[in-house]
């Protein structure tokens, strides 16, 4: 079993703040890694996908890559207290139809 | 119009029901997936279809079975349903192609299922 790790949390920052979401996976022949954002009781929405090392940049959102350290992140800036969600780190698994092996997410909560 | 969508939102059912969870997709997307999430167990794969005749099995396929009717159509069973199976049932699908990807996964809205 691959598997990726989240902190579960809850992160709790301040609204404006930098949150941070951080996750490690064991297969080091993925390639693809994703994160999305879950609503109590509702569908994971994909945020940002990264397969190059380094960062990569959406809006408020950054995504980080290190393979040799088989690790990524994610940072939200200027957090709003619309952004308190579970986050879920996925990665891709190249022997399972590219299916996702999910993290169990960080709980964020931002407090206005 | 949602891009995936799952039928039925909700279901309340009894153990040893044969029931089927249905989702289609306008995305034309080659793959399609069937997870299910647990409190404290995240999400995890039961099957996945590149194609119309092509289905596989994942992590959790026992108890499972599914119909790729159509390249838009992928169903899920449960042969007998017994009350751990009570989870929230999520359809995805993504696009193929050449290339490295990556192929992001897009999920339909859930079904929460019930077995008492």
């Known amino acids: 079993q691959k598997e990726v790790e989240q902190n579960s949390g809850p992160l709790s920052v301040p609204e404006g703040a930098i949150a941070s979401l951080n996750c490690t996976y064991s297969?080091?022949?993925?390639?693809?890694f994703f994160w999305y954002r879950q609503y109590s009781g509702k569908s994971p929405e994909l945020i940002m996908s990264i397969y190059s090392n380094g960062d990569k940049e959406d809006g408020r959102f950054t995504a980080q890559l290190n393979k040799a350290s088989q690790y990524v992140s994610l940072l939200i800036r200027d957090s709003q207290p619309s952004d308190s969600a579970t986050y879920l780190c996925a990665v891709e698994g190249v022997n399972s139809g590219y299916a996702l092996n999910f993290g169990k997410g960080t709980s964020l909560l931002v407090t206005p | 119009d949602a891009d995936v969508t799952q039928t039925p939102r909700n279901r309340i059912t009894k153990t040893g029901k044969r029931i089927m969870l249905e989702c289609s997709q306008t995305?034309?997307?080659?793959?399609m997936y069937w997870y299910r999430q647990d409190p404290g167990l995240g999400l995890r794969l039961i099957y996945y279809?590149?194609?119309?005749?092509?289905?596989n099995k994942g992590e959790i396929s026992d108890g499972y079975s599914v119909s790729r009717q159509a390249q838009a159509k992928f169903s899920l069973s449960l042969e007998s349903a017994i009350p751990n199976q009570t989870a929230l049932y999520f359809c995805?699908?993504?696009?193929?192609?050449?290339?490295?990807?990556?192929?992001?996964?897009?999920f339909g809205p859930g079904t929460r299922l019930t077995v008492t």
């Open positions: 995305k034309g997307h080659d793959r």
């Open positions: 279809s590149f194609d119309v005749k092509d289905i």
């Open positions: 995805a699908t993504s696009d193929s192609g050449p290339g490295q990807g990556p192929y992001e996964q897009y």
């Open positions: 297969d080091r022949v993925s390639q693809s």
